[in-house]
């Protein structure tokens, strides 16, 4: 158990290092989110109100609207780019390091991806303390509570991550996946609009919105935010975990032929 | 002793505890939305007659006047049972009144014959019509009660009227129209609100002189939404709180600076308000998105909106 231990240590660790041995790579996380609250968020203002929609229970400005999404935006954003690590490490040789390390392959890369989670849910922190400065505040215990909805959201993207990497040659790759993953993942969710508003512009959208796992992640730290949860977005969000991570672990079975040749 | 206590006790524990209400007159809908203060819910929806805006119960809430517009009447509602009592004669389309100090006498605007009517409650008799501007519309009493104002809509004005004579002593312009109207600090001070102006007016009551003007401004909001309707202050009379119409906004407004400390986002019109017996809580009604925006007095945000009828128009707290 001790080894468990000492090995989880060891990568949240080397991810900590990492993360802030790079502070252009902490500022970048941040500068994204805070572009779309002061520049895009100001021009789509909604000044007059946004309709209510649970959990909010009056009407809000868009600036508040989006700020949940803005969080899940960061996790996503920084999710991916810690796992696609995954694939320079291949690269670099560390990661024969990592999986021959005695211990089961399932832990090693559940540390990689807690660690990823930890650093990510920071940076989001680091966002919601900036709003409130902004003067978009939640109560306290809304804050707290948003903790483990973030972790869990980050341990969705970061679990997806880490199953694409798997797949990923080099990083040249990574470009593909931010076009034809992130994105849509984030565009096609609600971060950024209500579900009703997709629904007014098509059906289509409002469906692909409605199934897309980054939308239930969104609205658990929204409802989180507001100490309220809705059981489908969390069951949702859990089950996209589990499958995510399943496929990640598939993905690095070294049995499978792919891998095998390439690891 | 211990018999008068448990007595006591019983009696107690027999009586329901009634919680403070708001009442809000549906515009569209013909209603009154009964809403319990404790749990923020309608409790009770009321039919009346057509197209009910101004409210305002009597000095002992017994009962609940109502300006049935389209039905050309002040209703008389027993707010226990709802049910209407009778019709006072009205004139043709009350659309707001103000009930004297007296608890007697109610002074009507009557918005297309251009006159203000005088009903004794009690005879339920018109005591005298006074010609005023043309589309009247705003109440206000003096707390001495020697003075009513009528704000005139189209003719731009506040008419001051002497309650003992009948007759308007003074006549001041205000901006484009006028809405509503409160006498504030002890009646030293009248406040009429501009809707298309976008202003509230101060007049010193001595003398009828303007001295001030409230100007409202919202960040991204197109000026000519900003349209000023309803207020009401704080008992310490430091605090005003503006109903901004369709720029869906109250203003917090310091009345001795007369600068505009802030905006609270509502629902859709905002037109009237009324507090709380305690004066923690404001209730906007918002005309066009068919809610009341329950706002905190102290932290100044809106905390929720409470889905009534369509079109809710006045407010009234009942204890």
């Given amino acids: 158990m001790r080894h468990y231990v000492t090995a989880l240590i060891a990568i949240c660790h080397r991810e900590a290092l990492r993360f802030f041995g790079q502070r252009a790579r902490m500022i970048a996380a941040l500068v994204r989110p805070l572009m779309w609250l002061f520049v895009f968020a100001a021009g789509f203002r909604a000044a007059l109100g946004l309709s209510i929609t649970p959990p909010y229970e009056t009407y809000i400005s868009y600036e508040t609207y989006i700020v949940p999404g803005l969080c899940a935006m960061i996790l996503l954003f920084n999710g991916m780019q810690s796992s696609l690590s995954l694939v320079m490490d291949r690269e670099m040789g560390t990661m024969r390091l990592l999986l021959t390390a005695p211990l089961p392959r399932w832990w090693l890369l559940s540390c990689k991806l807690m660690a990823g989670a930890v650093i990510s849910v920071l940076q989001a922190v680091v966002f919601l303390a900036i709003c409130a400065l902004y003067g978009i505040r939640f109560s306290p215990m809304g804050y707290v509570a948003a903790l483990p909805a973030m972790f869990l959201c980050a341990l969705m993207v970061g679990a997806l991550g880490i199953a694409l990497s798997s797949t990923i040659r080099s990083l040249e790759n990574f470009a593909g996946v931010m076009n034809f993953v992130i994105f849509p993942m984030f565009f096609l969710s609600t971060a950024l609009y209500p579900l009703w508003k997709m629904a007014e512009a098509s059906e289509l959208l409002w469906w692909i919105c409605a199934i897309n796992p980054f939308s239930h992640g969104v609205e658990t730290i929204r409802f989180a935010l507001y100490l309220k949860a809705d059981p489908l977005d969390w069951a949702i969000t859990v089950a996209a975990v589990v499958v995510f991570m399943a496929l990640a672990l598939w993905g690095y079975d070294p049995g499978k032929r792919t891998m095998g040749r390439k690891g | ?319």
């Fill in chain 2, 1 to 319: 002793m211990r018999v008068i206590y448990a007595g006591l006790l019983t009696a107690c524990l027999a009586q329901p505890a009634l919680a403070a209400e708001i009442w809000v007159s549906n515009e569209k809908d013909d209603t009154l939305s009964v809403i319990d203060i404790d749990t923020l819910e309608v409790i009770r929806t009321l039919k009346t007659g057509e197209r009910p805006r101004g409210i305002t119960f009597n000095a002992d809430f017994t009962r609940l006047y109502i300006c049935a517009s389209d039905s050309d009447a002040v209703q008389v509602m027993d707010p226990e049972t709802g049910e209407i009592l009778f019709d006072l004669p009205s004139g043709e389309d009350p659309e707001q009144f103000v009930l004297h100090p007296d608890d007697r006498h109610l002074w009507i605007a009557n918005e297309d014959d251009a006159v203000t009517t005088v009903v004794d409650v009690d005879s339920r008799t018109v005591v005298a019509q006074i010609n005023v501007g043309i589309e009247p519309e705003g109440m206000a009493v003096s707390p001495d009660g020697k003075t009513v104002i009528t704000t005139s809509e189209t003719t731009n004005m506040a008419h001051w009227i002497d309650t003992e004579s009948h007759e308007i002593y003074a006549n001041t312009l205000v901006d484009s129209r006028p809405r509503h109207a409160e006498f504030v600090k002890d009646g030293t001070e009248l406040w009429v609100s501009s809707e298309i102006g976008g202003t509230i007016s101060v007049f010193d009551t001595g003398n009828q002189n303007e001295i001030g003007k409230i100007h409202f401004e919202i960040k991204g909001v197109h000026p000519d939404l900003i349209q000023p309707v309803g207020f009401e202050l704080t008992p310490d009379q430091k605090t005003a709180f503006v109903a901004l119409g369709p720029s869906n906004h109250v203003a917090v407004v310091n009345t001795e600076t007369l600068e505009v400390e802030g905006y609270i986002l509502t629902g859709r019109r905002v037109w009237h308000m009324a507090f709380s017996p305690d004066h923690r809580l404001l209730f906007t009604t918002n005309g066009v998105s068919g809610d009341v925006t329950v706002i905190d007095v102290a932290k100044r945000e809106a905390i929720k909106s409470i889905k009534v009828g369509r079109f809710p128009w006045g407010a009234a707290m009942r204890p």
